[in-house]
């Protein structure tokens, strides 16, 4: 099998009917970057900062950081990378801060919670991401938007970074994309007032189904009681693709759920056209791909989403085996 995937490295993720879809990789250690040609893969769709934080002893100063921006973005040469900025707390712990105890870490000060109430931690951090991408692209996202105004202060604080370094003389990304994730159900009602402010959207399934469920993503009690191919997940996604496609703002699947084949198959029922996903599952999903016909799959979801069903896993793996998928 892993030859069969070798086999499709170099060729397109289009399906059957002539879809284009982008496959990304999520990354955080430099040693994720060498995973991204032999994936066969686009660009980095998720970046994750807080690595290079949890294997040191301190904070990294901006030089620091900036250095490790820099590689990544050598490394990556002309294929897109997404930052997205420091998202600790929760599950991710740095051993050398602490927020102090929280009953409900994961509902706790997190994220950009702790980004804008730290402003200097997060600046610091645009600042590098602003350095290292000097003369080139730079996308950065925030993590855990809960709100639009929590996306225009984060944005107001990016903005301030680039004044600070054109007063400095410095010089800046020849262009600046910045998006917002999708991870708390609360902003995936305020589509209409966030959609005009951002270039991109990213949906954290991992996020957003633990909070769309109130179920801890980490908790093996609970591991198995909701389904992330339910009818009410795929029904938000679907709605969300269509929202996004309405503003012409490209969205991005970057949770776990995308690099499974069937998730996958899911997801592009749905609307979505681009997939971040850990390197290994890049040649699963784009086999898939490769052997789906989505005009008929999509008819099927929407009927499918009509259901009142715990989960339509079982319908769609029959809808996959029967079609050699
Ligand atoms: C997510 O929540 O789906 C996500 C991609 O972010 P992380 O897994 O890093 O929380
Ligand atoms: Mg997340």
Redesign the pocket.
Known sequence: QQAAFRAVRDLPAVTLDGQDVTLLI?AGLMIDLTHLKDAGAEGIG?Y?TEVPFMIRDSFPGVQTQADIYSRILDHAGSKPVVF?TL?VG???LLPYWRGGHEDNPAMGWRAIRIGLDRPALLRQQLRALLRAAAGRSLSVMF?MISEVAEFEAAKTLLQREVEREKSLGGSLPTEIKVGA?L?VPALALQLPQLLPRCDFL???????V?FLFAAD?GNPRLARRYDTLSPAVLTLVRDVARRCDEHGVPLTV????AGQPLEALALLACGVRRLSMAPGFVGPVKTMIRSLELASLTATINQLLTLPDHSIREQLRSYALERNI
């Open positions: 999520n998720l994750r997205r998202d929760g599950d991710k993590p994730m991870e990213s949906l954290g399934s991992n996020d957003l633990q993503r970057c949770g776990e759920m």
